[in-house]
């Protein structure tokens, strides 16, 4: 065995058993179902390094990693970097890159045939209220005039003015525009087209409601194209274009020797189609390692990602021998680990007992049967030691007692080592500003940090940001605009805590008082100086600069400012070929208002897991990430698992939402397609569709809840208040509303049972 063999032996030893199948892949394709903590990245870029020093792979032949998210790239590229360097090899031989990132990359090379221009098009996320979608229904509404007066009328109608117009006013606000957003994801994401749409709607009987959603599409997509806009599913479909060209593909496919992809379970048909294809060679074989586990797939409910496809990509690898199973992890301690394996197998249990009759093949449960294992002894990355027992289960009399609960276990824990981090985990961000608002005195008084993270992280807050400033600065003579700024640079904690309404009370007083007017109070004076230095902005700048300087002064971090840069060059496109400061606020206003502009990503999470600090976090952020104590409040049963919600005022199409249903009818399809079942199709009926879309929520929701239970290292503390509000939306109105006694969640009843003191 020569230098370079043994050096990358000694590499693979430095996995575990359970996590050497992926360094010992040479080709081929390969499914690996990893669990939670199990090192998936550690392992891939050991995988990595080894393939790279093997087969002698350079920048002319490299291998492909592809994750979903920039922090994650940035991770794994770093690890491979280290690994290379530890062998005395150069920094060559792979790429890491995200998915869209990828796409994008290989559309804009070859514009002529993706039809993909950055200088013409505008990448866009359009959401339920944006004004596309809003236009899009509008065009249906009046090319179908019977279809809508028929939806205006269903149920029991009593024909006054007044329920038409209310019923009007859900459709076009609530109903259609939702089951836009939904078929144009459903169907975009897998290929599908508004002709595909709607030949899946004549299909079979019943089906109309896919030939309206086909209709919508329509519109959707002749608007996207007439003003120049892009989303994320076009540059998949950009990227695919390229790959139909023989030669080009080819062209492509001889930069990469392989593709190792990252949380596999999030992948859409379409993504798998894209990697699939980069990863063929010549001779028709595939190179390809896809990573991921189906139990922790919870976006399947709000994107077009379902655990069912990388689920049938393991059970094809199983078949062929190319399965394995990384289910060793070192991140939790003992119970923390039981708990989980409790809760995957009652789930798994309690669904076959509840769903009896019905399909029970492993695919059709919420878990795949797997459980974690405690890593070996001497392991370097061992299980850590539970605080106390490891896992506790409290139910509170209400949720304000829940939250000081919190505050008593937690604050002495980070006190007492603060070393260590800590989490608190909600479903939905008003969970979480109802339990920062009760720990605001945790800084003060105990000296620790508290990160509210809110949902400023995906949907950016600076549109609405930078549109507050340059209102103020358009019209500083509105007392409500000078609040508004006063109020942004006081979040940003660039001005102290102050009585805003009588600093703008009367702007003109406040901004430039006379010689005879008393000197104001120096923290008035310090939000004075600011406010000036905006206004001086404005006579100094063209209109496009404007939003560059906003970010300087607003303090933005580098995330920010790349955010920042992104709405700019936004903006600059749309605002061609008069960028007045009027023609800024219209299109900022739109943006802002009808969107939900997404940030650019940090490259690091370290901000989320700093010592000595309590993070607030939802559940669907906290994955990726791990604390030394996580606590999981406001475990109830109408949030955990819940169920669809059908709004009151959309009742009159029935107990259901057309747009859940066409997501549901879609779906069968395309599962249907990806099986390659030669049969025909039976879309499900309305009322099938809305089950099998309640049993994805419900499948999601506990998955959700274990991926939660999974961030703990040290100690778990779950918990339900036998009292809490009606809603959570009640929060935000009054302080204490009234509470009503709420239903414990039945996973939580059974976790209590088994680990509870």
């Known amino acids: 065995m020569n230098q370079t063999s043994l050096n990358l032996e000694q590499l693979r030893q430095t996995l575990r058993s359970s996590q050497q199948p992926l360094a010992d892949w040479s080709g081929g394709e390969m499914a690996v179902s990893a669990v939670p903590g199990a090192g998936k990245s550690h392992s891939l870029s050991v995988a990595a390094a080894i393939a790279i020093a093997h087969h002698g792979l350079h920048n002319q032949e490299k291998l492909l990693i592809v994750t979903y998210t920039r922090s994650a790239a940035a991770a794994i590229k770093g690890k491979i970097n280290q690994r290379l360097q530890a062998l005395g090899l150069p920094s060559l031989g792979f790429t890491v890159q995200t998915l869209h990132g990828l796409a994008l990359s290989i559309a804009l090379r070859h514009p002529e045939v993706s039809g993909l221009d950055p200088e013409q098009q505008t990448l866009v996320s359009p959401q339920k209220g944006h004004r596309l979608i809003k236009d899009a229904v509008e065009q249906w509404r009046r090319e179908n005039p019977k279809t809508y007066q028929a939806l205006v009328e269903a149920g029991n109608f009593d024909g006054e003015t007044t329920e038409t117009l209310r019923r009007q006013a859900v459709l076009s606000t609530e109903v259609l525009p939702e089951l836009t957003k939904i078929v144009v994801a459903e169907a975009k994401s897998s290929g599908l087209s508004p002709q595909d749409v709607a030949d899946m709607g004549r299909i079979a009987p019943g089906s109309e409601l896919l030939l309206m959603g086909a209709g919508l599409f329509k519109h959707y997509q002749a608007l996207m194209e007439a003003k120049n806009w892009i989303d994320y599913n076009d540059m998949i479909l950009a990227a695919l274009r390229v790959l139909e060209d023989p030669h080009l593909c080819r062209q492509w496919q001889e930069q990469f020797f392989g593709v190792f992809e990252d949380e596999a379970q999030d992948s859409s048909p379409l993504q798998e189609k894209l990697l699939t294809k980069l990863a063929q060679n010549v001779d028709g074989t595939i190179r390809l390692i896809r990573v991921g586990d189906p139990n922790q797939a919870i976006n399947s409910s709000f994107t077009p990602a379902d655990p069912v496809y990388f689920n049938q990509f393991c059970q094809r690898c199983q078949a062929l021998g190319s399965f394995a199973t990384m289910d060793q992890a070192g991140r939790s301690n003992l119970q923390v680990i039981a708990a989980a394996n409790f809760l995957l197998e009652w789930v798994n249990q309690d669904w076959q007992a509840r769903f009896n009759g019905g399909p029970k093949g492993d695919a059709t449960l919420p878990f795949r049967p797997q459980a974690i294992r405690p890593v070996e002894p ?289 779906r069968t399809v395309v599962h249907h397609r990806q099986q390659q079942k030669s049969e025909a199709i039976a879309l499900p009926v309305t009322a099938t569709a809305w089950q099998e879309a309640r049993h994805l929520k419900e499948a999601e929701e506990y998955r959700l809840l274990y991926v939660a239970m999974t961030r703990a290292k040290r100690l778990l503390w779950l918990s339900a208040a036998q009292e809490g509000p009606f809603a959570w939306n009640q929060m935000q109105a009054r302080k204490s509303p009234r509470l009503k006694p709420k239903q414990l969640s039945q996973a939580l009843l059974a976790l209590q049972k088994r680990f509870g003191s």
């Open 378 to 666: 001497g392991d370097p990355q061992p299980n850590p030691p539970a605080t106390d027992g490891g896992v506790e289960i409290r139910f509170p009399q209400d949720i304000n007692e829940e939250v000081e609960q919190i505050r008593h276990r937690l604050v002495p824990l980070l006190l007492a080592n603060p070393h260590h981090n800590a989490a608190i985990l909600v479903r939905e961000n008003r969970q979480g500003r109802f339990v920062a608002d009760r720990l605001k005195d945790v800084e003060k008084d105990g000296g620790l940090k508290v990160l509210d993270v809110g949902d400023q992280d995906r949907n950016s807050h600076i549109p609405g940001e930078i549109l507050s400033l340059l209102q103020f600065i358009d019209r500083p003579h509105s007392p409500d605009l000078l609040k508004a700024t006063l109020t942004v640079l006081q979040e940003r904690q660039l001005i102290p805590t102050q009585d805003l309404n009588a600093l703008a009370a009367v702007p003109e007083q406040f901004l430039y008082p006379t010689p005879l007017m008393p000197p104001l109070p120096s923290m008035a004076a310090t939000a004075q100086g600011l406010c000036r230095s905006l206004l001086k902005a404005r006579l100094e700048l063209p209109a496009y600069q404007l939003i560059a300087f906003l970010g300087l002064a607003l303090n933005y971090d580098s995330s920010d400012l790349a955010t920042l840069q992104k709405l700019s060059e936004r903006l600059q496109v749309q605002t061609q070929p008069e960028r007045s400061l009027k023609n800024l606020l219209s299109e900022l206003h739109t943006i802002a208002n009808d969107e939900q502009f997404e940030a650019i990503a940090s490259d690091s999470d370290e901000k989320y897991t700093r010592p000595g600090q309590i993070t607030i976090i939802t559940m669907h952020k906290a994955k990726g990430l791990d604390w030394d104590y996580v606590f999981l409040p406001f475990l109830h049963q109408d949030t955990l698992p819940g169920d669809l919600w059908v709004p009151k005022g959309g009742q009159f199409l029935g107990q259901f939402t057309l747009a859940e249903v066409a997501r549901a009818q879609i």
